[in-house]
């Protein structure tokens, strides 16, 4: 989810649910129960636009993201799958 | 009369064959030289090496945990404990072996159990993580396929937990290198090359408890498993000198 929002948001004005919801292959009610516990915990930043609200990556997000990487990399050179 | 010159051309086969017996004379001392300084420092020797072991287990086992703080892993989790055990396992055969050369210091048999059956733990984690990756990716019938199942009905508890130590590993490596072919990462494959020196140094141990007469299994085996966790300690210095430094911060 915050790879998407990362790597989507190439416009710099957040990414829709309806992007989010396709690159996520889930359900809308899942996905909204997930971008509020991200939003919540400050990693995703919550765009609220007219008609739809559009999500971000927080900086937050993105150190965690990083660090996210780092261990995933760690646990792939031991064979295992985070 | 003149005398015949003799000339003498090099042949090449010759030169190899010198060159062999070179090379397998200078072998054939220092292995001479390695077994003459065995009984001297080879207490010490596998001391050493068991306590680099017990160094790097830990800083996996560190390593590993703080992946678990910050991201809630539960393969970073399984990791974590596979590397206490087998740093604990470590320490114990390290204090044992301390023993024989500081004789004031009171080791039993069930001491030595105790390690080994750590180190086993240890490995039993390690494979496990693997055995549940392999689950949740459906490959359950590679996993029992592989997976052994064997009984032991009169052999010793020590030999029991060496060559279980052994199936562990055996299957670790069996996972890794599935796990290479996925994701075809260097370092996934140099693990694998770890996780088999280890293999090979705990079926060497458990050549050692058969063949009590050869010393040099002892050290070998010993050697052979540090050369492996050495190598295991590769994803450790790669993250330390990664961008992300141990306490998780950017």
């Known amino acids: 989810m915050l790879n998407t929002a990362k790597s989507m948001n190439t416009e710099g004005n957040g990414v829709g649910v309806t992007t989010l919801l396709r690159k996520g292959n889930m359900s809308y009610s899942r996905m909204s129960k997930l971008l509020s516990e991200l939003v919540g915990s400050g990693l995703l930043l919550e765009l609220n636009g007219e008609k739809i609200s559009k999500y971000m990556i927080s900086e937050k997000g993105s150190k965690f993201l990083a660090v996210y990487y780092q261990f995933e990399d760690f646990a792939q050179s031991f064979g295992l799958r985070l | ?250």
């Open chain 2, 1 to 250: 009369m003149r005398p015949t010159k003799v000339t003498t051309k090099t042949n090449p086969t010759q030169s190899y064959q010198s060159q062999n017996a070179a090379h397998f004379y200078t072998r054939n001392v220092f292995s001479i030289l390695v077994l003459l300084a065995l009984p001297v420092g080879m207490e010490v020797i596998s001391d050493v090496l068991q306590f680099i072991g017990v160094f790097v287990s830990f800083s996996i086992a560190y390593v590993a945990y703080r992946g678990v703080r910050r991201i809630h892993s539960s393969s970073l989790l399984r990791l974590t404990a596979a590397f206490v055990f087998l740093g604990f396992g470590f320490a114990v055969e390290g204090f044992v072996g301390l023993s024989q050369v500081v004789p004031n210091l009171p080791f039993s048999t069930v001491t030595v159990v105790a390690g080994l059956l750590l180190e086993t733990t240890g490995y039993f984690f390690l494979a496990f993580s693997h055995a549940l990756d392999v689950m949740m990716s459906k490959r359950i019938a590679v996993s029992v396929l592989i997976f052994p199942i064997i009984s032991f009905s009169s052999a010793q508890l020590v030999d029991i937990l060496s060559i279980l130590s052994f199936y562990f590993v055996l299957y670790g490596v069996v996972e890794t290198v599935y796990s290479y072919a996925r994701t075809r990462k260097p370092d996934t494959l140099l693990i694998a090359v770890g996780l088999a020196m280890i293999s090979l140094g705990t079926f060497v141990q458990w050549l050692s408890l058969l063949y009590l007469n050869v010393d040099v299994l002892s050290l070998l085996q010993i050697i052979m498993k540090e050369i492996g966790l050495l190598i295991l300690f590769t994803p450790v210095l790669n993250f330390t000198v990664g961008r992300v430094r141990l306490d998780g911060t950017v």
